[in-house]
C-alpha cells in the first residue's frame, strides 16, 4: 500500500521503499570547424551532435569527426587547451557537458626542381610544409633559357607562372620549365650588294 502526505499512524510492521530517478544529462560534441559524421547513439551531424547520458555512466563512443588537412588530436572540453577526455572516462556528471575536437594541422613534403636553374636570392625552399601553408617560390634564372612555368604536382596537377604557391592535401612537388633564348642575327653587306634577311637562332648553353 502507497501512502502520502506528511504523516502516518503505524500499527502493524512497515516496509519502506526509497524510489530514485538517475538523473541524464546531454553531451554535446562540437566538430570546432570539422565535419561530424553518423555515429552510432549520437543524434545530429555536421557541427555537431548530441547524445544523453546517465549520472555515473561511461562516455561509450565518442562521434565519428574529420577535416581537411588536418588530424584529430581528441576531445577537450575547450575548444583550446581544456581537459582530454576518452571514451572510458565515468561521467558523474551533474550538468550539461560540451565536448569540442582539437586538431593538429597535416605535414608534407615539398621539393622543387630547379633543372640547371638557380633560386632567387634570398629566398629558401622549405622541405616540410604545413596545409593551406603559402610558399614564395619567386623566379628563378637560367643562363640561355627563359622561365617559362611552373609545374606543380600534388593535390592534383597544375602549370602556373605565379611566384607562390599555396600547398592542398599532399606532398608537393614543383619543377621549373625553360625554354631557350633565341636571338636575332643582323647581316652587314658592308657596302656590297643585295640583301641578307635576319637570322633568329639559339646560342648553345656554354657558348662564348
Not at 640583301?195 to 648553345?204: D, E
Amino acid at each position: 500500500m502507497l501512502y502520502s502526505g506528511n504523516s502516518h499512524t503505524v500499527t502493524g510492521n512497515v516496509t519502506v521503499v526509497s524510489s530514485a530517478t538517475i538523473n541524464s544529462y546531454t553531451l554535446t560534441a562540437n566538430a570546432n570547424s570539422g565535419t561530424i559524421s553518423s555515429t552510432s547513439g549520437w543524434t545530429g551531424t555536421g557541427s555537431s551532435a548530441t547524445k544523453s547520458l546517465n549520472y555515473g555512466a561511461a562516455y561509450g563512443t565518442l562521434p565519428s569527426v574529420s577535416r581537411t588537412g588536418y588530424t584529430l588530436k581528441g576531445w577537450y572540453t575547450s575548444a583550446t587547451g581544456g581537459e582530454k577526455y576518452n571514451e572510458k572516462i565515468v561521467t558523474n556528471l551533474t550538468s550539461n557537458l560540451n565536448l569540442y575536437a582539437q586538431w593538429e594541422t597535416n605535414a608534407y613534403s615539398f621539393e622543387v626542381v630547379l633543372n640547371g636553374g638557380t633560386k632567387p636570392s634570398g629566398i629558401t625552399y622549405p622541405t616540410t610544409v604545413a596545409y593551406n601553408e603559402e610558399v614564395n617560390l619567386g623566379t628563378p634564372t637560367k643562363t640561355g633559357y627563359n622561365f617559362e612555368y611552373w609545374e606543380i604536382t600534388g593535390d592534383g596537377a597544375i602549370k602556373s607562372t605565379s611566384t607562390k604557391v599555396k600547398v592542398g592535401t599532399g606532398n608537393v612537388k614543383v619543377e621549373a620549365h625553360w625554354s631557350p633564348k633565341e636571338y636575332t642575327i643582323s647581316f652587314d653587306t658592308a657596302g656590297g650588294t643585295g640583301t641578307v634577311n635576319n637570322k633568329t637562332v639559339v646560342i648553345p648553353t656554354g657558348f662564348t
